[in-house]
């Protein structure tokens, strides 16, 4: 699985749009982007996963750059319970059963 | 709620024992996937079960077991606990063996004292 690099933390004013860049230079044209997050010591959350078109669920956006070498997860308007820790994951659908979780970014919303 | 169940939701032991955390997946999944939470190592997969089956491993030491029951609720034994083992273990499950999406139940902390 292709490994991936996140900023460490970031902050994003309530009912502000965050956006969560992560770099997967090295993804291979067969592997998903997933992101998954984790509140405080919750079990993590799926998100939203995408191959190389743009994604939308009611949780979140996610843009893919065309090369597929980076994406951004977009929350289009941040509230205080989303502050936690966010982990973009690449990896093979098929014939693959584990994620590799990363150290993800710590995103505070603030007040 | 991911539909996911565990107990117990806290642990505490003493070094040397044995203990066996309970997973329940949601409705319908056939997989399940243990991970393991400490502060120095993050998240890190333990091993995956499908229909009953074991279907992968990890980064699962020698002295921790797990399994899938006919119900295809899964337990984790663990045994000659350390100090080190102290972390918290989720569990995951899926639709089917290709863990596409996984929902994480709330975990087990556990406590090695």
């Known amino acids: 699985d292709a490994k991936t690099t996140q900023p460490p933390s970031m902050d994003c004013a309530e009912g502000r749009a965050a956006n969560l860049p992560c770099n997967h230079s090295?993804?291979?044209?067969?592997?998903?982007v997933y992101w998954y997050r984790q509140i405080h010591s919750q079990g993590p959350q799926y998100i939203i996963h995408?191959?190389?078109n743009n994604e939308t669920n009611e949780m979140a956006s996610l843009i893919i750059t065309e090369d597929r070498k980076s994406s951004t997860l977009i929350l289009p308007h941040a509230t205080l319970r989303d502050t936690a820790v966010y982990y973009c994951i690449v990896r093979v659908v098929a014939g693959t059963y584990k994620y590799i979780f990363g150290t993800g970014t710590r995103l505070k919303v603030l007040a | 709620d991911s539909g996911v169940t565990q107990t117990p939701k806290h642990l505490i032991t003493a070094t040397g024992q044995r203990v066996t955390l309970r997973c329940s997946p949601r409705?319908?999944?056939?997989?399940v996937y243990w991970y393991q939470q400490s502060l120095d190592q993050g998240l890190q997969f333990l091993i995956q079960y499908y229909n009953g089956e074991e279907r992968a491993k990890g980064n699962i030491l020698e002295r921790f077991s797990a399994q899938q029951f006919p119900d295809l609720h899964s337990e984790l034994n663990l045994s000659s606990l350390e100090l080190g083992d102290s972390a918290l273990y989720f569990c995951?499950?899926?639709?089917?063996?290709?863990?596409?999406?996984?929902?994480f139940g709330p975990g087990t902390r556990l406590t090695v004292l």
């Open positions: 090295t993804i291979s044209g067969n592997e998903y």
């Open positions: 409705s319908g999944d056939l997989s």
């Open positions: 995951a499950s899926s639709l089917d063996a290709t863990g596409d999406t996984q929902y």
């Open positions: 995408g191959l190389k």
